[in-house]
């Protein structure tokens, strides 16, 4: 099975600029969900989404945005770039919506990342 | 807020040393995760805990989950260079809007040969 993919990998955007990256979970996979990872503040909850609805969201301000299509595949959206929003953004796939799971867990699979730079 | 302090931040040792990450909060979780991040690609899910005092061991790696379900450690044992990596703790916390991981802020650990 192939895995978690991202694109673009790499992705250069100047201040002000707004800015889509791509994931495509693994095949069945239908919970996405993304994170931040930055050297100051580590890896850090973006938003989780499964059947194209959000289903979570982590500590964010409106401008970072995010959506699913009926094939899984999701995309995430940061308009209005901040020189802050540098950061590694990694996308996870998993079988089941973590709604379903209590008190176990969900294996989350990530992607490679895409690394934004915002000069 | 859940926070999950790792330590320590940084480690170097010699290849067949033997070394213990720990990862503390003062939050109760549902389950703690450990993850293994290589430069340039995403983490992979080494292990899951799920019932407090759970010792499990994955090779040469042991890993606990606290009795409060606060707190866990990761020891290897004989570390070998192929060990280097960051070492990434995340605890689930559950809710009526889902599963939320937080994440430990990483062990970066160097084995020299």
Redesign the interface.
């Known amino acids: 099975k192939a895995g ?1 993919t991202q694109t673009p990998r790499y992705l250069i955007k100047t201040r002000g600029q707004q800015v889509t990256l791509s994931c495509s979970p693994i095949s069945g996979h239908r919970s996405v ?1 993304w ?1 931040q990872q930055t050297p100051g503040q ?4 973006l938003f ?1 989404y499964f059947s194209e609805t959000q ?5 964010f301000p409106g401008r970072f945005s995010g959506r699913q299509f009926s094939n899984s595949r999701s995309e995430m959206n940061v308009s209005t770039l901040e020189l802050g929003d540098s950061a590694l953004y ?1 996308c ?1 796939s998993s079988p089941r ?3 379903r ?13 895409t690394r934004l730079t915002v000069l | 807020t859940q926070l999950l302090e790792q330590s320590p931040q940084f480690l170097s040792i010699q290849e067949g040393e033997n070394l213990t990450v720990y990862c503390n909060s003062s939050s109760v979780f549902s389950s703690l995760q450990w993850y293994r991040q290589e430069p340039g690609e995403g983490p992979v899910l080494l292990v899951t805990v799920v019932t407090g005092g759970e010792v499990k061991k994955l090779k040469r790696l042991t890993f606990q989950f606290g009795d409060a379900r606060k707190d866990s450690s990761l020891h290897i044992t004989a570390a070998q260079p192929g060990d280097t990596g960051l070492y990434l703790c995340a605890g689930l916390t559950v809710s009526r809007q889902g599963n939320m991981l937080t994440f430990g802020g990483g062990t970066r650990l160097m084995v020299k040969p």
Request: charged share 15%.
């Open positions: 978690v969900s994170y580590g890896l850090q909850f989780e289903r979570n969201k982590g500590n990694l996870a919506s973590s709604i799971t209590l008190r176990s867990y969900n294996e989350q699979f990530f992607g490679p990342g």
